[in-house]
């Protein structure tokens, strides 16, 4: 989602960007403010002084947004982590990271500290609007701080809702983290919370949309598939660091695979070793040296009655850093070097020498079986 974010400041460090998506939210805003809500607010006032305070309005949810993200970024700080970056996008904003809180006492810190900020912001401005009202400033100045306090008052109470990666559903996973001393668990049982928040949300709004309000129904919709998609991908996130965390290559690999030798034909290797053994990949050796490898990728790009007479020495893809690994690197490594390279197979060599091959369906096997042996140690927790 990040990939079109646009650096726009850089506060005590930390990148501040806007997303394309924030972009179309802060148009919205701009347009639904200017036409409808201040028109309401400030009747006859004219389009130009509408149009600023609309801006003005937007602006102010921008910095209220960032100042919630640093929030969160400073009580990160305090607890040893660090955050590169934040991002505003369509739903909010977005504080990156670098690593994990390490206790379930951190991650809750971490997370309060955003919706505590917004609920602070709140008190600023209904504060600065009574007093605004005492001093008989003009309309449009408290009329824009009113609308900050509640937006603000808004985004306070949104957060606290206990649904994950939102705040509300940090804080929720931190409490059953501090619980059952697992984070796993307690991510797992906070994106089932999550998820009956997001079908909620997606309920709400196709109800809406039945009952005649079309555009008040889009937004539940959008929330909640957004709550479900992040959820579940955060946990899988999550899974993909247990399940690999202490596993190399060698622990993942098939061994002995079935070989090519550079000097067989193209039809020798279809026939009797891609469809003898129900293989598509194939390492190639000649006197226990690796030499590259062939696939029936490659292969199909030789017209078939070639077959016979094209060797796979012609075709043959060597070895090189983007396509063979050592036996010994970290699974958490090769899942980062398949999503850099788009890969989806690899040698694995030590010194030229072949140990195997590893797959990207050799890792998710080993991740379906580490998710069943997680969900039944959580049922039994539950139970």
């Not at 946990?235 to 622990?251: C, M, Y």
Request: with cysteine.
């Amino acid at each position: 989602m990040w990939g079109n974010a646009v650096k726009v400041a850089r506060l005590r460090g930390i990148d501040i960007k806007l997303d394309a998506s924030w972009f179309l939210i802060a148009g919205l805003i701009v347009w639904s403010l200017a036409t409808a809500y201040f028109p309401d607010q400030m009747p006859g006032t004219d389009t130009a002084t509408l149009i600023v305070s609309a801006v003005i309005a937007m602006l102010g949810l921008f910095a209220s947004l960032v100042l919630h993200e640093l929030a969160h970024a400073e009580i990160a700080g305090h607890f040893g982590l660090r955050i590169s970056g934040i991002t505003l996008f369509l739903f909010g904003g977005v504080a990156e990271l670098q690593s994990e809180p390490v206790s379930g006492k951190s991650e809750f810190w971490i997370a309060i500290a955003g919706p505590i900020a917004s609920f602070c912001l709140a008190l600023a401005f209904w504060f600065s609007a009574l007093v605004a009202e005492l001093l008989s400033v003009p309309d449009p100045a408290r009329v824009v701080l009113s609308y900050l306090a509640v937006l603000n008052l808004v985004l306070f109470l949104f957060n606290l809702l206990p649904a994950f990666p939102m705040d509300g559903g940090r804080v929720l996973r931190a409490w059953l983290w501090t619980r059952s001393g697992d984070l796993l668990a307690a991510t797992r049982r906070a994106v089932g919370v999550s998820a009956a928040f997001a079908y909620g949300f997606m309920g709400l709004g196709l109800y809406a949309a039945f009952t005649g309000t079309v555009a008040a129904g889009l937004w539940p919709i959008l929330i909640g598939l957004f709550v479900l998609a992040t959820s579940r991908a955060a946990l899988a996130q999550l899974e993909t660091k247990s399940a690999l965390h202490g596993r190399t290559v060698a622990d993942l690999m098939t061994r002995n695979p079935w070989t090519a030798h550079p000097e067989q034909t193209l039809s020798v290797l279809v026939n009797r070793v891609f469809l003898e053994h129900g293989i598509s990949f194939a390492p190639v050796v000649e006197n226990g040296a690796l030499l590259g490898y062939v696939d029936l990728q490659i292969v199909r790009k030789i017209d078939r009655e070639n077959w016979t007479t094209t060797t796979v020495d012609d075709v043959i893809e060597s070895i090189g850093p983007d396509n063979t690994v050592p036996s010994q690197m970290p699974g958490l490594d090769l899942m980062s070097l398949i999503f850099k390279t788009g890969k989806r197979k690899f040698l694995v060599a030590d010194r030229n020498r072949l140990i195997g091959v590893i797959t990207l369906s050799d890792v998710l096997a080993h991740l379906s079986v580490f998710r069943e042996v997680a969900a039944s140690s959580v049922h039994k927790m539950v139970k």
